[in-house]
Nanobody, 127 residues
Framework: QVQLVESGGGLVQAGGSLRLSCAAS????????????MAWYRQAPGKQRDLVAR???????NYADSVKGRFTISRDNAKNTVYLQMNSLKPEDTAVYYC?????????????????WGQGTQVTVVS
């Protein structure tokens, strides 16, 4: 069973930075050939869970408009770890951040999350 464990959340002032990490217990890509992408989602209280950023196994990235230019997703395949560097944080970035493994299809430019989720890490940005 693959486990995803997030870390790095916390309380930060607006304008500050945080770096989230998502460590996989095993190489997800080797156990499920449909998995070709890792992603970060976030969910604020009372709101739906939204896709923040994703990175394919080839290193192609994509970001939600709300975080473009401020967040950077990256990966270390040797460590089975995905990162989310968050700069210039705003109070509206406050949410629980979740790591996910899923499938990206270039034909439709669509990402489908699979049933691999971490437990989430809280990010709170205060003004």
């Amino acid at each position: 069973q693959v486990q995803l464990v997030e870390s790095g959340g916390g309380l930060v002032q607006a304008g500050g930075s945080l770096r989230l990490s998502c460590a996989a217990s095993r190489s997800i890509f080797s156990i499920n050939t449909n998995i070709n992408t890792m992603a970060w989602y976030r969910q604020a209280p009372g709101k739906q869970r939204d896709l923040v950023a994703r990175i394919t196994n080839g290193g192609t990235t994509n970001y939600a408009d709300s975080v473009k230019g401020r967040f950077t997703i990256s990966r270390d395949n040797a460590k089975n770890t995905v990162y989310l560097q968050m700069n210039s944080l705003k109070p509206e970035d406050t949410a629980v951040y979740y790591c996910n493994a899923g499938t990206y299809r270039s034909v439709s430019d669509s990402y489908t999350p699979r049933d691999y989720w971490g437990q989430g890490t809280q990010v709170t940005v205060v003004s």
